[in-house]
C-alpha cells in the first residue's frame, strides 16, 4: 500500500521563495527544480543516488536510489505549478506505470547491482504554485 509524506518547508534545506513558479525556459526547467527538490529529498532520507536522468532508446528515468535497506528504487518524478489538472501523481498511469518497469528492466541490466535486492517503484509529485512553497509528497510503492 502507498504511503505519502509531505513536506511543506521546501524540501531539503532548499529555499521555498525561489526559484519562481514561471520559468523563461518553462516546462523543461520546472520539471528539472521538480527532480532537484526530488533528489534533496531522498538524499535527506538516506538514500543513495545511484542514476539521474538515465536515458536508453526507449525512454528515460528520473531517478534510481537505493534505501538504505539496500532496496533499489526507481523513482518518477512529476512537477506542476499548479494541481487545475489534477495532482502531479495521477500523470503516472498504468501505460507509464508499464514503461518505468521496462525501462527498471533496462537499467538493471546495465548496473546489475548485486545480490537480488528488492525493487520498489515511488513516485514523487511536486506542486509549485507562484509565491508558495513547495509541497512534495513522496508515494512509496506507487505501482
Not at 534545506?13 to 531522498?42: K, N, S
Not at 539496500?70 to 495532482?87: C, L, S, W
Not at 506542486?127 to 512534495?136: D, K, Q
Request: charged share 25%; aromatic share 6%; hydrophobic share 40%.
Amino acid at each position: 500500500m502507498p504511503t505519502s509524506s509531505q513536506d511543506r518547508s521546501g524540501a531539503a534545506g532548499t529555499d521555498p521563495q525561489a526559484p519562481p513558479a514561471t520559468y523563461p525556459d518553462g516546462r523543461a526547467a520546472l520539471g528539472r527544480y521538480g527532480e532537484d527538490l526530488a533528489a534533496a529529498h531522498l538524499l535527506a532520507c538516506g538514500h543513495e543516488l545511484l542514476a539521474r536522468n538515465w536515458r536508453c532508446r526507449e525512454g528515460e528515468l528520473d531517478l534510481v536510489a537505493r534505501d538504505r535497506d539496500g532496496t533499489v528504487v526507481f523513482v518518477e518524478v512529476k512537477t506542476r505549478g499548479g494541481t487545475a489538472f489534477g495532482e502531479p501523481a495521477e500523470a503516472v498511469g498504468p501505460v507509464k506505470a508499464r514503461r518505468i518497469r521496462v525501462l527498471a528492466c533496462r537499467w538493471l541490466s546495465e548496473h546489475p547491482p548485486g545480490g537480488a535486492p528488492e525493487l520498489r517503484f515511488d513516485v514523487v509529485a511536486v506542486v509549485r504554485r507562484r509565491g508558495e512553497a513547495p509541497v512534495l509528497s513522496h508515494l512509496r510503492e506507487a505501482f
